[in-house]
């Protein structure tokens, strides 16, 4: 079956980077997208990023576009998703999550269990 | 950019109760609108895809409607698994996406 595994939580200073992994298996990975999501405490859902396996094609949220990078290895099945000059209201779950083309609409249909980041000096 | 409102943005209700939670979009986005179910310390879960589909496996008691700029998620009979918090999202604007800011619906 179709599953996914994060990489473990991580305490940041600020300025620092993170670069989290989304291991996927059960599904054919280059033939979906990736889009990477994150949860401060206490708050919604953000969407940071979408990231075409099989492209290579990203779109990055204006919020977070100077400092992200999303990548894909597909040897390994595994995505990366990389911010950079983290600040504190960086400090959030960070979630992928696989994007499947469903009755004409784009849904995150199956989700990894969060990675927390905590920025803090 | 498509801006998402949601109302209310908590609520509480009986085991039992027909809930219904709204989602408006800033423009039309056709019926490019997903809803998600969030419970405490676990990753969304997909409920309803294209403004009415249900996911495999959702109970039939969710059921979505709308098009355009309004949308609502309706929970016909309060079960005890479904106190959690809602989220809709369109995909209108793809490859960019954007979630509404939750409604919690909790036990009264």
């Known amino acids: 079956q179709v599953q996914v595994v994060q990489s473990g939580g991580e305490v940041k200073k600020p300025g620092a980077s993170v670069k989290v992994s989304c291991k996927t298996s059960?599904?054919?990975?280059?033939?979906?997208?990736i889009n990477w999501v994150r949860q401060a405490p206490g708050e919604g859902l953000e969407w940071m990023g979408w990231?075409?396996?099989?492209?290579?094609?990203?779109k990055y949220a204006q919020k977070v576009q100077d400092r992200v990078t999303m990548t894909t290895d597909t040897s390994t099945n595994t995505a990366y998703m990389e911010l950079r000059n983290l600040r504190s209201d960086d400090t959030a779950v960070y979630y992928c999550?696989?994007?499947?083309?469903?009755?004409?609409?784009?849904?995150?249909?199956?989700w990894g269990p969060g990675t927390r980041v905590t920025v803090s000096s | 950019d498509i801006q998402m409102t949601q109302s209310p943005s908590s609520l509480s209700a009986f085991v039992g109760d027909r809930v219904t939670i709204t989602c408006r979009s800033s423009q039309s986005i056709s019926t490019y609108l997903n809803w998600y179910q969030q419970k405490p310390g676990k990753a969304p879960k997909l409920l309803i895809y294209a403004e009415s589909t249900l996911e495999s496996g959702v109970p039939s008691r969710f059921s979505g409607t709308g098009s355009g700029t309004e949308f609502t998620l309706t929970i016909a009979s309060l079960q005890p698994e479904d106190f959690a918090t809602y989220y809709c999202?369109?995909?209108?604007?793809?490859?960019?996406?954007?979630f509404g800011p939750g409604t919690k619906v909790e036990i009264k």
């Open positions: 990231m075409n396996v099989n492209s290579g094609n990203v």
């Open positions: 059960g599904y054919s990975f280059s033939n979906y997208a």
């Open positions: 999202q369109e995909s209108h604007s793809f490859p960019s996406f954007t």
């Open positions: 999550a696989r994007v499947a083309f469903k009755w004409n609409t784009h849904t995150m249909d199956v």
